[in-house]
């Protein structure tokens, strides 16, 4: 059934997961959106993603459940594998971590993020018909009170009620929004990509039998570094990220590629097998992970510009969530807008952080203590208790509905922001952390 026209008109800058789901889902909410993108063409450029079930929950209402089905075909079934994750240098595997099973309201996607990308992509611009502009360049953002719009490299400006800025942690509209320009952050980690065919792992005998038994996810954890290896379509395609120490200053750019003999330096004592793995690789990326101060808003001085995504809060590789978070955000804005109807978008868009700010802080973190947990690892502890050294499936995170939750609590957000402009009044955020549990 076709949702109820809003008439409130949407751009969205950027067409990747956070801007794609944005869009979709003001889509589904009667709003007229339109996508400006960068990209020339669409590629599908990558290696994994992880999508945890508060986003599959989101993907799994598209199209009665078509788009989540098209994704699972193309995505690692870990159901009899489960995770093993190995001592650095022994190699022995200390915890065989079981994977839960799929719910098909709430599944968990592991893939190629091209292939995904490509599929998200198709049902918004083939499937819903939302006009998706390639190779347009937005070289400024501007609002006023009553509208806000974009500036594009020909010099054409476009306007809309809203602008979602979802174009990255180098998005512009992260300067019109602080008001200053915020430089990023070396977090003091890097990490090598690759995604191959399995062609030379198969001829390996150290290395075949990850080729030979379906899909597989093994994980080496060593002091300071982590060495994560899958391999996926029946163990036709083989993927690894290894996170490691990086000190290099970030400039402009902090994707290069990377070289297999710094490779081999970090593994050095490691387990063979890793090694036996790596050297298989025909190319890989060298990707320094950025961060970025915690913004103290993600909304413009007239609210009618929302930083969405990476270009509000980038997360770590090691949290598994920032995809899921930036898909979050779409349908959270997507609600509010509806709720908060065509003369009420600036608050609307204040609700939006309302609802967002505390939980994407709190998930954010995990990202950091998952890491820590494992570049220290206690050796001794996890002797004892095996189960320590798990990655982390918090019920919180995975059992959220993003769309629920913003139904629910939008009267409560719009009720909080009337008290905090208040003079002298003082109140908390609304917290969708461990309390908002919908499973």
């Known amino acids: 059934m076709a949702p109820t026209p809003t008439g409130i008109n949407v751009i969205v800058v950027g067409a990747g997961f956070g801007g794609l789901t944005a869009a979709i889902e003001c889509h589904r909410q009667g709003h007229n959106v339109t996508i400006y993108e960068n990209f020339p063409a669409l590629k599908t450029l990558g290696d994994i993603i992880s999508f945890g079930a508060n986003g599959g929950r989101i993907f799994a209402r598209w199209a009665d459940g078509a788009i989540a089905r098209k994704l699972r075909s193309l995505c690692i079934d870990l159901t009899n594998y489960g995770f093993r994750i190995h001592k650095y240098d022994t190699g022995e595997v200390v915890y065989h971590q079981p994977t839960p099973p799929q719910r098909e309201e709430a599944p968990v996607f592991n893939g190629h993020r091209g292939e995904l990308h490509e599929v998200v992509f198709n049902y918004a611009r083939d499937e819903l018909g939302i006009p998706i502009h390639l190779g347009q360049h937005v070289d400024e953002y501007f609002e006023t009170e009553d509208k806000a719009g974009i500036v594009l490299k020909s ?75 899958s391999t996926i379509k029946g163990g036709k395609d083989c993927c690894w990220v290894l996170t490691h120490k990086d000190e290099h200053d970030i400039d402009e750019s902090w994707s290069f590629p990377g070289k297999l003999e710094d490779v081999y330096k970090v593994l050095e004592g490691w387990d063979p097998v ?166």
């Not at 001829?203 to 080729?211: G, L, N």
Request: one cysteine or more.
């Open 155 to 229: 010099g054409e400006r476009v306007e809309a009620d809203i602008v979602i800025g979802a174009d990255g942690v180098r998005s512009k509209a992260r300067e019109l929004v602080l008001g200053y320009v915020d430089k990023p952050k070396s977090s003091g980690y890097a990490v090598w990509r690759a995604w191959f065919s399995n062609k030379d792992m198969i001829a390996d005998p150290r290395t075949k039998e990850f080729c030979e038994n379906g899909d597989t996810f093994n994980g080496w954890i060593g002091p300071d570094v982590h060495f994560l290896f």
């Open 274 to 439: 890793c090694k036996a793995i790596v050297e298989k690789t025909p190319s890989l990326v060298d990707w320094k992970l950025v961060y970025r101060d915690p913004l103290p808003t993600w909304v413009s001085k007239h609210a009618r510009i929302l930083l969405l995504g990476d270009a509000a809060h980038p997360f770590l590789p090691t949290s598994a969530q920032g995809a899921t978070q930036a898909m979050e955000d779409g349908v959270t804005i997507a609600v509010a807008l509806k709720r908060g109807g065509k003369d009420g978008v600036p608050a609307a868009v204040r609700a939006h952080q309302e609802l967002r700010y505390e939980r994407v802080r709190a998930v954010q973190k995990t990202g950091e203590s998952t890491r820590d947990r494992w570049h220290k690892t206690d050796w001794e502890t996890v002797k004892q208790n095996p189960k320590s050294i798990e990655f982390p499936r918090e019920d919180w995170i995975h059992g959220f509905d993003a769309e629920k939750y913003a139904e629910d609590n939008y009267d409560e957000a719009i009720k909080k922001l009337a008290i905090k402009q208040e003079p002298e009044e003082e109140t908390a955020p609304l917290a969708a952390v461990p309390p908002a549990v919908v499973v």
